[in-house]
């Protein structure tokens, strides 16, 4: 009597056809990620800088793709990795930069700005500011430091880096 009931389901399938627009988006992000935290995880420190890699990834998927905010929001959630001493740190950032991209990117496409070249550098280059800013902020009130230090020694690394990024995303 089973064998007859499992006869009678029938299973359907959903076909997704490679021509399908709907989740080229997912397959780009998560191969730009994947190389962004590769490529953070083992590049050295050059004086003490080094280019923010999974920042600038997201921000070329967010300037290619053109996600949602929710998307965004996931993407922000995704990419937290680092080499700090305060990996936690990143959570919080990297969701602000993701969000500040998008929300950029946004603005950029509503004035018409699709095919302004520098719209990438510009997005790459605040999202880093926004994550970083963040990043150093929430270290500094842990660490206990001087707002001081903050604005004049971690704000100039993070302008930096940012410079950086915004250059790779271009």
Partial sequence: MEAAEK??????????????????WVAITAMLLAIGIILHTVSPNVGGVTPNWT????????????????QALGIGFIVPSSKSAFPLGNLASEVCGAVVCCLLVKAMLAIKL?????????????????????FTFILKIVLG??????????????????????????
Avoid: C, H
Avoid at 56 to 65: C, D, H, K, R
Avoid at 125 to 130: F, N, R
């Fill in 145 to 170: 430091r001087p707002f001081s230090v903050w604005l004049y020694a971690m704000l100039p690394v993070v302008a930096v880096i940012g410079v950086l990024n915004g250059s790779i995303t271009f």
């Fill in 7 to 24: 006869e009678k389901k029938i299973v359907t399938l959903t076909e997704v056809k490679p021509t399908q627009d709907g989740y080229r």
């Fill in 55 to 70: 920042i600038a990834m997201y921000s070329i998927v967010i300037n290619l793709t053109n996600p949602s905010l929710p």
């Fill in 114 to 134: 699709e095919k302004w070249r520098l719209r990438p550098f510009i997005a790459g280059l605040v999202a880093t500011m926004v994550s970083g800013g963040v």
